[in-house]
């Protein structure tokens, strides 16, 4: 029996994975939910995947790769006859030369020239032995590594590209956190002994997330995955409202949610008990009546948009990577995928390749705001410029934007996200972020899943028994180890979440999750100590 979706036990905003995973656990339990969408046709946030014409783009890439038991038997639930083992192949592209991903010593060599080598390696020992103690922003951390000549190469121009600002005003936070574990010493050794064939074993992720060779993949896109969370959704007889943006959110006397929402049919009006919210926090708290003494902060977060440009091409595969990190500055674009390489089921015709231009960007600048066919022509003349394939194979072209891609870390961000955190926990404990934009981290979808899971518990359990900001966003977290490799254990005590008790029990998976909170929150605290005491 359909449950009337205006008068609702929970509201989700947001249909990407957290959203959705929350909806699709609620429903499991018997709770009445509304998920609200503002995308009119899709589902899947940023690991949707849009069709055209027969071919499928996935938006940036999604690799199906998790060391939480929970996660990865969640995914095999939903979608248990659909995934594909696929290998994993990316490189570098720089100076007109593709560098292997692992390092393959040799070839790096080769391509750097002996010269240029030797400087990477006086420079590495040089940083090595004099780091820079202070490390404040991206390009500090780096640096000290890696040295300044291997940074200056393979990481400023792409990593600037990216995120449309200097390195050194990046926060150190993201090089920790996406770069950790890799060692330059133990790649180029194990290089080394693969340039010799001196180590056959497959490197399969042990020891660093982005030496990960094999992955998972819904044969037709990660969307397929919430795809079917959403029909199990609706199926259950709860609603997710496509074309639905939120438009303002506040609490009556009793503690219960009124929640209204924009739509081209004038849009409606849904009360919940709780909400839990994936918007990102500068739209939600911007929505919430009235403001959060926090606002100021949450103004002042920011984001990198994106775009992919699909270019359909009469031609056999261009090249067999999933994707090609573009280290050139002769053109915009950074990253180029191939469909076909993610799943054969993306491209329709065997005749064709489908590639995948990115460019990131700030929403209304001038890449953001030229037209379909603009960057389908520029799209086409960087392929060119790069020799990845011939303009006149060109046949088609498709466009796609993602606002809000990514979260920014800048020098403030932290603590802006710790004042609207700190803010809206202390003053509606019946209000829920969760997911990448949800919290303002770049984090995975198995992350952004996790949060949403232990959210469910929380609300089942009528307290935030869980800390799910504790939960783990360092990149070995995601894909180092074995799939799965945190079994389920009966009988762990919950780590104690900041600030409430936390009680029941905890599955290992769960558990390593959590016992690995990061430092922001930590520095910011000290940081606010240090000010009340002045």
Not at 47 to 75: A, P
Not at 121 to 149: H, L, T
Not at 344 to 371: H, I, K, Q, R, T
Request: with cysteine.
């Amino acid at each position: 029996m359909a449950n009337n979706p205006n008068n609702v036990d929970v509201a989700v905003i947001g249909a990407g994975p957290a959203g959705l995973t929350a909806a699709y656990l609620l429903s499991k339990k018997g709770y009445s939910v509304t998920v609200i969408e503002k995308d009119e046709k899709y589902v899947g946030g940023i690991s949707r995947t849009v069709e055209f014409e027969g071919y499928r783009f996935d938006i940036g890439g999604h690799r199906f790769f998790s060391k939480s038991q929970e996660v990865v038997d969640l995914w095999n639930e939903i979608l248990p006859d659909d995934f594909i083992q696929r290998p994993r192949m990316s490189r570098i592209y720089y100076e007109g030369k593709f560098y292997s991903y692992p390092l393959r010593a040799f070839e790096a060599l080769w391509n750097l020239g002996i010269w240029r080598s030797t400087l990477c390696m006086v420079s590495y020992a040089r940083w090595k032995m004099f780091p820079k103690k202070d490390v404040k922003s991206f390009e500090d951390w780096v640096v000290n590594q890696f040295g300044y000549k291997l940074y200056s190469i393979f990481f400023k121009t792409y990593t600037e590209k990216v995120w449309g600002m200097p390195c050194d005003e990046m926060s150190a936070d993201w090089a920790a956190q996406r770069i950790k574990g890799l060692s330059l010493w133990s790649a180029v050794t194990d290089g080394l002994k693969r340039s010799l064939g001196l180590n056959k074993k497959p490197n399969d992720g042990m020891a660093t997330k982005t030496l990960l060779e094999t992955f998972r993949y819904p044969r037709l896109g990660p969307g397929m995955m919430w795809d079917a969370a959403r029909d199990f959704v609706r199926n259950k007889g709860n609603t997710v409202m496509m074309g639905h943006a939120l438009k303002q959110l506040a609490q009556d006397s009793d503690g219960n949610w009124r929640m209204s929402t924009d739509a081209q049919d004038g849009g409606t009006v849904i009360t919940a008990k709780h909400v839990i919210s994936s918007a990102p926090m500068r739209e939600l708290s911007a929505r919430i009546h009235p403001l959060p003494t926090s606002s100021f902060e949450a103004k002042k977060l920011n984001y990198r948009d994106f775009l992919t440009v699909a270019l359909m091409v009469k031609s056999e595969d261009l090249f067999p990577d999933n994707w090609i990190y573009i280290h050139d500055d002769r053109v915009q674009v950074g990253r180029v995928q191939n469909f076909r390489s993610w799943s054969p089921e993306m491209v329709p015709d065997a005749d064709m390749a489908c590639v995948g231009l990115e460019y990131f960007c700030f929403e209304n600048d001038g890449l953001w705001s030229s037209s379909d066919e603009e960057l389908i022509a520029q799209a086409t003349r960087e392929m060119e410029i790069l020799g990845l394939c011939d303009p006149k194979q060109v046949v088609g072209g498709a466009v796609v934007r993602q606002e809000k891609a990514y979260p920014v870390y800048d020098d403030e961000y932290e603590a802006n996200v710790e004042a609207m955190r700190s803010d809206l926990e202390e003053r509606f404990p019946t209000l829920h972020m969760v997911g990448r934009n949800g919290m303002h981290r770049y984090n995975n979808q198995d992350h952004a899943m996790m949060t949403a899971m232990l959210t469910v518990e929380n609300i089942e359990a009528g307290s935030r028994k869980f800390n799910i900001w504790n939960v783990n966003e360092d990149a070995e977290y995601h894909e180092a180890g074995d799939e799965g490799a945190e079994k389920l254990l009966e009988n762990q005590q919950a780590v104690p979440a900041t600030g409430v008790e936390a009680e029941g029990q905890l599955t290992e998976g769960q558990k390593i999750a959590l016992q690995s909170e990061r430092d922001v929150p930590k520095r910011v605290g000290e940081k606010q100590k240090i000010n009340r005491a002045a």
